[in-house]
Nanobody, 127 residues
Framework: VQLQASGGGLVQPGGSLRLSCTAS????????VGWFRQAPGKEREFVAA????????YYADSLKGRVTVSRENSKNMVYLQIKDLKPEDTAVYYC?????????????????????WGQGTQVTVSS
């Protein structure tokens, strides 16, 4: 499975952005898809995740309320909406997939819980 994240760019503080993730397979099937981000010099951190079949969502505590993860089954797409962007949101954003319809726990915030990764898309928040 090859994943591709897109939709990044340069955004002013306070703005919003919607990132998209698509897969090379015709469908995510029973996968769960997570979003992570990595700022320069920092570890990759969990942002949000969604389970494909049940539509369960899971968010990083620090970002809850500013991000929304969703899926569009008919288009085989997963989205990450981020609002009220701050300079500290500047990072490369990655989508990742795991072939299970997860009932998320704190363990699913770890990168090791996802088998497939995309290239990432750069988000820069600056005035």
């Amino acid at each position: 499975v090859q994943l591709q994240a897109s939709g990044g760019g340069l955004v002013q503080p306070g703005g919003s952005l919607r990132l998209s993730c698509t897969a090379s397979r015709s469908t995510f099937n029973t996968f769960s898809v997570g979003w992570f981000r990595q700022a320069p010099g920092k570890e990759r951190e969990f942002v949000a995740a969604v389970s494909w079949v049940a539509g369960r969502t899971y968010y990083a505590d620090s970002l809850k309320g500013r991000v929304t993860v969703s899926r569009e089954n008919s288009k085989n797409m997963v989205y990450l909406q981020i609002k009220d962007l701050k300079p500290e949101d500047t990072a490369v954003y990655y989508c990742a997939a795991d072939p299970f319809d997860k009932k998320f726990t704190s363990a699913d915030r770890g990168t090791a819980r996802y088998d497939y990764w995309g290239q990432g898309t750069q988000v820069t928040v600056s005035s």
